[in-house]
T-cell receptor, first 112, second 113 residues
Framework: DAKTTQPTSMDCAEGRAANLPCNHSTISGNEYVYWYRQIHSQGPQYIIHGLKNNETNEMASLIITEDRKSSTLILPHATLRDTAVYYCIVRPLTGTASKLTFGTGTRLQVTL | GAGVSQTPSNKVTEKGKYVELRCDPISGHTALYWYRQSLGQGPEFLIYFQGTGAADDSGLPNDRFFAVRPEGSVSTLKIQRTERGDSAVYLC???????????FGPGTRLTVL
């Protein structure tokens, strides 16, 4: 599976947009970009995923560059409850490759 | 509806003992996963079940670790002769089908003294 690189930590003021970058320069054509987050003492929570088009849902937007080598997760109006570790994961959607390979993620701290 | 549940939430045991950790997936989910998470690290894949069978057990660290899912729903992760290095949070996840989004339980925190 392709490796991802994320900043270790980021801060964001409440009410502002949080933009979390992810580098996945070795991504291959059949691999999707997934984002999960993990709030303290809870299991990871799915946020969004995409292949090459930008995606938006009720939680966030995912912007994938045209060459697919990087992406940005956008939380449009961050709240204190968005404080968590955010994981960018590259995952092939073929065969039996069902597992998620987590890195160390970005620790997002939302402040007043 | 109910999410993924895991029992116990905390387990403290002594080195050398046997432990069982239980996972109740979301009803109807055919795929079930076990991960473990050490402090400051992301979750690490252990094993994946599709139905009753283990489709991928490549993450099990050694033969002290074993998991079953006999009826295709509840799963039990079994650890023999526990070691201090087994201390971690053990997470279970399920998905409707193999490549769908995974829903995680709250985890079982295992401490081996």
């Amino acid at each position: 599976d392709a490796k991802t690189t994320q900043p270790t930590s980021m801060d964001c003021a409440e009410g502002r947009a949080a933009n979390l970058p992810c580098n996945h320069s070795t991504i291959s054509g059949n691999e999707y970009v997934y984002w999960y987050r993990q709030i303290h003492s809870q299991g990871p929570q799915y946020i969004i995923h995409g292949l090459k088009n930008n995606e938006t849902n009720e939680m966030a937007s995912l912007i994938i560059t045209e060459d697919r080598k990087s992406s940005t997760l956008i939380l449009p109006h961050a709240t204190l409850r968005d404080t968590a570790v955010y994981y960018c994961i590259v995952r092939p959607l073929t065969g039996t490759a069902s597992k998620l390979t987590f890195g160390t993620g970005t620790r997002l701290q939302v402040t007043l | 509806g109910a999410g993924v549940s895991q029992t116990p939430s905390n387990k403290v045991t002594e080195k050398g003992k046997y432990v069982e950790l239980r996972c109740d997936p979301i009803s109807g989910h055919t795929a079930l996963y076990w991960y473990r998470q050490s402090l400051g690290q992301g979750p690490e894949f252990l094993i994946y079940f599709q139905g009753t069978g283990a489709a991928d057990d490549s993450g099990l660290p050694n033969d002290r670790f074993f998991a079953v899912r006999p009826e295709g729903s509840v799963s039990t992760l079994k650890i023999q002769r526990t070691e201090r290095g087994d201390s971690a949070v053990y997470l279970c996840a399920s998905s409707l089908r193999a490549l769908d989004e995974q829903f995680f339980g709250p985890g079982t925190r295992l401490t081996v003294l």
